[in-house]
């Protein structure tokens, strides 16, 4: 089983919609989350950290969940220049990062 | 800053040769990494250094070697290209677990073809 797992999608989403995703983690021990976005071809950037609380960030929504293991990201009104595969990454208690696959996004006119 | 650079954006290789991806931050990051990254799959860590003179393996090493004689600069080695190391190869540095401002950077990437 892979530590990091993620819907690889495509998700197609209209502009102007809302679109979530999870991502699932199997080490309970792991203690730092985030979300990277990767344009096709190009470095992984960071999007945003996760925290315990949930956390925004303009259109975007990051929630936790350490019972069920997951991590989740909510896009609001969805642009263009959002389709990008949404990388989840989670720090390990040894502090190296585990990457999950990607979730490709496609927005649409 | 130039952030995380990374020489060459392409190279070919036949199997068995050897070659050195250039890779070096100017942020002064004690941490850098090389990652590579395959269809379908997450970023592996290949090897890591915490700083100068230090380095240790990460989740696949087997077939290169690094070294990190400055802050600056960690260079990935292949000893001997197999084309099960066709991939895309991605270098990044970072302050350490713990600090603030602990966002890894990524430099722009290395396509490496073995055939």
């Known amino acids: 089983r892979k530590e990091v797992e993620q819907d690889p999608g495509p998700f197609n989403v209209p502009e102007g919609a809302t679109v979530a995703f999870n991502c699932t983690y199997s080490?309970?021990?792991?203690?730092?989350f985030f979300w990277y976005r990767q344009d096709c071809r190009k470095e992984p950037k960071l999007l945003m950290s996760?925290?315990?609380s949930g956390n925004e960030d303009g259109r975007f929504t990051a929630q936790l969940n350490r019972a069920s293991q997951y991590i989740s990201l909510l896009i609001r009104d969805s642009k263009l220049s959002d389709s990008a595969t949404y990388l989840c990454v989670v720090r390990g208690s040894w502090g190296k990062l585990q990457f999950g696959a990607g979730t490709q996004v496609v927005v649409t006119p | 800053n130039a952030g995380v650079t990374q020489t060459p954006k392409f190279q070919v290789l036949k199997t068995g040769q050897s070659m050195t991806l250039q890779c070096a931050q100017d942020?002064?990051?004690?941490?850098m990494s090389w990652y590579r990254q395959d269809p379908g799959m997450g970023l592996r860590l290949i090897h890591y250094s915490v700083g100068a003179g230090i380095t240790d393996q990460g989740e696949v090493p087997n077939g290169y070697n690094v070294s990190r004689s400055t802050t600056e600069d960690f260079p990935l080695r292949l000893l001997s290209a197999a084309p099960s190391q066709t991939s895309v190869y991605f270098c990044a540095s970072s302050n350490p677990p713990g600090t603030s401002g602990r966002e890894q950077f990524f430099g722009p990437g290395t396509r490496l073809t073995v055939l």
């Open positions: 996760v925290y315990s």
């Open positions: 942020m002064n990051h004690e941490y």
């Open positions: 080490n309970s021990a792991s203690q730092s």
